[in-house]
């Protein structure tokens, strides 16, 4: 329901021309649902779950490439 409630308020606020706003809390949101997915694997597998790697190593990569993403986005590295 959280995430139903962010696309409405994205919906509505992109049609009163604020849309900018509700982009860059959507971008924190999701950063740092990406840090804790992070620390839950990092915390499993130093409890000695051995397959948690293949967890971290998944949105490690992910992490990366969406990084890269913004930056080539926000024109601070070329799109090759």
């Given at each position: 329901?959280?995430?139903i409630?962010?696309s409405?308020?994205?919906?509505?606020?992109?049609?009163?021309g604020?849309?900018?706003?509700?982009f860059?809390a959507?971008?924190?949101f999701?950063?740092?649902?990406?840090?804790?997915y992070?620390?839950?694997?990092?915390?499993i597998?130093?409890?000695g779950?051995?397959?948690?790697?293949?967890?971290l190593v998944g949105?490690g990569?992910f992490?990366f490439f969406?990084?890269?993403?913004?930056?080539s986005?926000?024109?601070?590295?070329p799109?090759?």
């Amino acid at each position: 329901s959280i995430l139903i409630t962010i696309s409405v308020l994205h919906i509505v606020f992109t049609l009163l021309g604020w849309g900018g706003l509700l982009f860059g809390a959507l971008h924190i949101f999701l950063w740092i649902n990406l840090g804790c997915y992070l620390s839950v694997g990092i915390f499993i597998y130093s409890k000695g779950y051995k397959p948690a790697m293949y967890y971290l190593v998944g949105w490690g990569v992910f992490a990366f490439f969406t990084y890269i993403a913004i930056l080539s986005y926000a024109g601070l590295i070329p799109f090759t």
